[in-house]
Every structure is written in structure tokens, then in C-alpha cells.
């Protein structure tokens, strides 16, 4: 099928290649030359496991192009809407600014019989809005709402074999129209493959799948932050979270995913969509229902806060000119996405109290560099820990796990081991000399 994919950002350019695998033909539109640029040389703009060889494969079979003019959509019968929806400075809310500007830009190029998917994480609401315009300028196209529920540092699998489908369609009387049915059985053709491995669908109504995104996220993002909040406690009373975790995840009704206490969330969707959909909900009248997220936010927060208390502590009470080596600047393990990140901020304020800290990070020393260029930088672990008072480690990265807790001694000047998210041996790193702390551990 020909397809239109517009935001060619995280999202964009993995949808793109991935529909390219599948045997489309693809046309990915963004607004930023330099973007395309890349893209269209086989260099993604990103970090992401398996895609510059999915990338460099699938612009070899001629099915994907970049470009920065939509007119050339109009070849295509689909067309995804990709773009970013980030939190509006100085609010919690979505801005919608590229999303509405993505749709009026493919306005021209619908034909009747196109389908519009809607892909970005919206507040509820926006696609019946996107409807009426789209419907305004062509009767006979439709649009649909599919989510996407990408993992950074999993993004090709979660998108060539997803684990479900959402198909949010218009609808009367609770079923879809007729025009909505005709599109659902389109995108089946685009996803045609992963349906018939079996992958489950749901159809439903817009909203819904306006909320489903942000549900999930909200969700994992409350485990993630009562696990968090047990560690507080078990910190006040001698306790071991991790032990905790494991004896709780037991309970098949709660299970261990996502229960790893620590330094918290990151990255550009969990903390921005919960801000966003508490905002959406104060909008609709109802942000009673979501009040217990401003608690999420706050308890995710505070694990920095306490990062940082930590490493004072284990200084004897100030880290005025310590010298601090701060392992992993990404927000999480195989990406280079350092927005809103966890690690990097407890970095920063680390250097603002008064520390030396250099810090590395496998992949992301570029992105870090733009948010803090006052940090000093290392390339390899050895360089960062080299005369090191304490050792911070705080992206949760293989080969950081891997690291022989004996031979490392050897480069510090003081044997101090923060393990900013609990993925270290205790055991073996005490034996080796060093003094280990975590966070909810005794």
C-alpha cells in the first residue's frame, strides 16, 4: 500500500521504516530539512537498537523516501500523523501545535477514500476536533485513532510485532458509521501481517482510544511510584524494597513488572502525558479522578531530591568539591534520550551544590552536552570514576551492570558505590571494598 507518515521524530521515523519492512511504499514528511537530511542518508537522528539497519535496508528497496514537501502524500491512501505532543511551557498541558499543523499540511493531498491515523498522544477530545476538519475539507475521508505503545530501546519489535491493536473509530448509536467500518478494513490491510500472527485488535470508539495511551502510561507510571514510596519506608525503618518487591510481585494480581525502586521515570512521555492528562481532566471537570497522579509526579520527583541527599551523606555531609562520577545521562538503558531524565538532573544538582562531576554515558554525552555543557564529560567509565570520592550509577546500562567492582577500585580515590536503581550485587561490591548505598536498602 502507499502510505504518508508525517513527523519523521522518534515515532515517525520508527513507523516509517517499519511500514517500509512490511513491504509499503512510504513517504515520511517533516518540516525540518537537516531531519530529513539524515533520514534520507541512512543516519537516524536518534539512538534506537536495529534501526539504522532496518533504515539502511529499506531506503535500498526504493518503498521509503524523506522529504520535507507534503504535497507528496497525495499518492498515498493512509496517512499516519506522527508528530510530538510535549507539555506547553510553564502548564501541564498537551500542546497540540504540531498535531494541528501536520493535519492542515496533508489537507490538500486527501482523495475521497483516504484514511487519516491518528498516532500521536492526544488529550481526549482532539480527534473529534481533527474530524470535523478533516471531513471539512474532504467528505469522503475518514479518520481513525491507533495509539502507539512504543518502548525506547524496543521500538522495531513493539512496532513489526506489537502485542495489540486499537482502532478508534467514529461512531452512531455505538457503532461505527459505514465510512469508519470501509477505513478499519484499510489500516487491517496495513497491519495485515502482525493480524494474521494473531496479534489481538480493539475497536472502539474515539475517545477511548484517545485514552488509552495515557491510561497505561499513568498506570505504570503510579507502580513505578509506590514502589518508590515503599522504599521511603523502608528506609525509615531498616527494610529492603527490593526484597519487598519480589515477595509483593509474587501475587499474580500485582506481579513484578515495574516494581524496581530507585531514581524514578523520565523521558519525553510518562511525566509529560500524566501532566497532560491531569490537565485534560481539570479541563472536563473532572480532576477529582486524577488527583492521585499529582502524588505519582511528586514521590517520582523526590527520588532525585534524595539521590542527591544520599551522596551528601556518604561525604560526611557536603559534596562541596567532591569529586562525584555520575554513571549514565539517558533517562533509561539502550537510548539517548535525555529528556526530563532522572539521572542527568541528580547530575546537575550534584554540580550546582558544589561537586566536580564528570559523568559518561554509552550513547548520550551529545544530548547531555546540549542540556548541561557546564558538566565535565568522559567517554569510557575508567576516565569518568578516575580519583572519584563517589561513584553514582544512575542508568541502568549492561555494561554498567557488568562492571568488575575489584578492578574499578583501582581508579577511584574513594571506594563509595551509589546505586541510584538497585541493579548492582550488594554482596559482591562490599566485598570488594567498597561502600555501597541504595535507594529503600539498608
Not at 370 to 387: N, Y
Amino acid at each position: 500500500m502507499r502510505l504518508s507518515v508525517f513527523g519523521c521524530g522518534y515515532l515517525g521515523a520508527v513507523h516509517a521504516v517499519c511500514m517500509a519492512k512490511l513491504g509499503h511504499d512510504v513517504v515520511a514528511i517533516d518540516v525540518l530539512p537537516e531531519q530529513v537530511t539524515e533520514l534520507a542518508a541512512g543516519r537516524p537522528p536518534f539512538h534506537e537498537p536495529g534501526l539504522p539497519e532496518l533504515l539502511a535496508e529499506t531506503l535500498a528497496t526504493g518503498r521509503l523516501r524523506f522529504t520535507t514537501d507534503a504535497a507528496e502524500a497525495a499518492d498515498a491512501t493512509v496517512h499516519f500523523v506522527c508528530v510530538g505532543t510535549p507539555q506547553k511551557k510553564g502548564e501541564y498541558a498537551a500542546d497540540m501545535t504540531y498535531v494541528r499543523a501536520a493535519v492542515a499540511d496533508l489537507l490538500p493531498a486527501l482523495k475521497p477514500g483516504d484514511v487519516v491515523v491518528g498516532k500521536s498522544t492526544v488529550p481526549v477530545g482532539t480527534a473529534e476536533r481533527l474530524l470535523e476538519t478533516i471531513q471539512d475539507a474532504e467528505p469522503a475521508a475518514e479518520l481513525l485513532w491507533n495509539p502507539e505503545f512504543l518502548r525506547e530501546g524496543l521500538a522495531v519489535q513493539d512496532t513489526l510485532t506489537p502485542d495489540r491493536f486499537v482502532y478508534g473509530a467514529a461512531q452512531r448509536d455505538g457503532v461505527p458509521t459505514a465510512q469508519a467500518t470501509a477505513a478499519m478494513g484499510v489500516l487491517d490491510e496495513v497491519y495485515a501481517a502482525a493480524l494474521a500472527a494473531g496479534t489481538p485488535k480493539i475497536e472502539t470508539d474515539l475517545a477511548t482510544a484517545q485514552l488509552v495511551k495515557v491510561a497505561a502510561n499513568s498506570f505504570l507510571a503510579t507502580k513505578i511510584s509506590f514502589i518508590n514510596a515503599m522504599a521511603e519506608l523502608c528506609e525509615a525503618t531498616g527494610a529492603d524494597v527490593t526484597r519487598l518487591a519480589d515477595a509483593i510481585g509474587y501475587d499474580a494480581r500485582i506481579g513484578r513488572r515495574f516494581l524496581n525502586a530507585g531514581l524514578g521515570f523520565g523521558g519525553g512521555c510518562l511525566p509529560k502525558d500524566i501532566r497532560a492528562f491531569m490537565a485534560r481532566a481539570g479541563e472536563l471537570g473532572v480532576d477529582q479522578a486524577l488527583t492521585f497522579l499529582r502524588e505519582v509526579d511528586s514521590i517520582n520527583m523526590r527520588r532525585r531530591v534524595r539521590m542527591v541527599d544520599l551522596a551528601r551523606e556518604v561525604c560526611g555531609g557536603s559534596i562541596v568539591s567532591r569529586r562525584v562520577a555520575v554513571l549514565g545521562a539517558a533517562f533509561k538503558p539502550n537510548s539517548d534520550d535525555v529528556r526530563d531524565s532522572p539521572a542527568l538532573s541528580v547530575a546537575a544538582q550534584m554540580q550546582l551544590q558544589g561537586a566536580q562531576v564528570t559523568l559518561t554515558d554509552p550513547r548520550a554525552i551529545d544530548n547531555a552536552k546540549k542540556k548541561w555543557p557546564d558538566l565535565q564529560f568522559a567517554d569510557t567509565v575508567e576516565e569518568a570514576v578516575r580519583d572519584a570520592e563517589v561513584v553514582v550509577l544512575l542508568t541502568e546500562w549492561q555494561e554498567y551492570l557488568a562492571l568488575d567492582p575489584a578492578a574499578l577500585r583501582e581508579h577511584v580515590a574513594v571506594p563509595r558505590m551509589l546505586d541510584g536503581r538497585n541493579c548492582l550485587d550488594p554482596l559482591a561490591w562490599r566485598a570488594a571494598g567498597w561502600t555501597y548505598r541504595a535507594l529503600g536498602r539498608p
